[in-house]
């Protein structure tokens, strides 16, 4: 039986939907606004790799290894980005979040705030997770501190651990959130999300 069964989440004007092959053209809307393909240290397909990286989620989700969700505005119907749960480990109750990239008029909004809301509360509250990590690049700043934002502890850097789009090997620094830290920052996302925007 799968760990993380088929679901869509949504809360505040979001919502993470199961991504499938019909979000493709969404989604490299979503990725061409900023032409994010072009940062070295995500991992964001270039729009004839798009169709590609779908299928490579979908794969990923038939082994158990990785859930993708395409990111929606549900006013508009508009694919916003992505984001997955990976790393998957049902026998310790882990799993990670990331994949993660949103449209650049997305970015430093209230977008990130929600889906990880929507994330970490379905992780701790649904699936009984007892960790849920995350894992970026060295040299993804902005990705380190949105990760430090949300309260999640630094465990460390693994050193020469993937290769990156240009071929270069990065560190991936690594970071965890602990069950009993849970309810401190689902206080701390729901006092953000409250402040005038």
């Not at 508009?78 to 790393?87: E, F, I, K, Q």
């Not at 650049?104 to 990130?112: D, F, L, M, P, Y």
């Not at 630094?154 to 970071?175: E, F, N, Q, S």
């Amino acid at each position: 039986m799968d760990f993380v069964k088929p679901v869509t989440l949504q809360e505040r004007g979001l919502r993470l939907e199961p991504l499938t092959l019909a979000h493709e053209d969404g989604l490299r809307a979503a990725a061409a606004d900023g032409e994010l393909w072009k940062l070295r240290v995500t991992s964001v397909p270039e729009p004839q790799d798009t169709r590609a990286y779908i299928e490579n989620a979908l794969a990923q989700r038939e082994a158990g290894q990785r859930f993708a969700f395409a990111v929606i505005d549900e006013a508009s119907g508009t694919v916003l980005g992505c984001t997955s749960y990976h790393d998957i480990l049902p026998a310790v109750r882990r799993v990670e979040i990331g994949w993660t990239w949103y449209a650049k008029r997305c970015q430093r909004t209230h977008v990130n705030s929600v889906c990880k809301l929507l994330m970490l509360r379905h992780a701790f509250d649904t699936l009984d997770c007892q960790v849920v990590g995350w894992r970026t690049d060295n040299f993804n700043f902005a990705s380190q501190q949105a990760i430090e934002r949300l309260g999640a502890k630094k465990d460390g850097v693994i050193r020469g651990h993937a290769l990156r789009r240009d071929g270069t090997v990065r560190d991936t620094v690594m970071y965890s959130l602990r069950a009993g830290e849970w309810p401190e920052v689902r206080a701390h996302l729901l006092y953000l999300l409250a402040k005038p925007r």
